[in-house]
């Protein structure tokens, strides 16, 4: 006669679970991070750079409209300088070196700041 094996109730879970801690008293694997404040990259004025080049910058590098990007230079123009992108901290960082390499002035900071 062949052994019958016997396993463990199955119990359906209906609620929230305890989350997981750590030796410290944290939280393990299911902790999330707090949300990181924006960054955004500003570009500056420069006495260098043709107007329709910039513009041509802001279209080609963040996909503008040819209005936006238009409405972006004026303000880098008449302003002196214009936020042009707003998220994480590594985008911005990114988007600053690429303005870089485009041959524009351009710096990023906390947004808000």
Known sequence: MAQQRTHPP???VTGPTA??????????LLERPEPQPPWR?????DPVNLMSYV????RRH?????AQAH??????????????????REE???HTAAMHGYGLWA???KDGE
Not at 41 to 45: I, P
Not at 55 to 58: E, G, H, K, N, S
């Open 10 to 12: 199955r119990t359906a």
């Open 19 to 28: 989350p997981e801690t750590t030796p410290e008293g944290g939280l393990g």
């Open 41 to 45: 990259v500003l570009v500056w004025n």
């Open 55 to 58: 513009t041509w910058v802001f």
């Open 62 to 66: 963040f996909g503008h409209s040819q």
């Open 71 to 88: 409405r972006l230079m004026l303000q880098v123009h008449e302003e002196g300088r214009a936020v042009v992108f707003t998220g994480s």
């Open 92 to 94: 911005a960082e990114r």
């Open 107 to 109: 710096t990023f900071e």
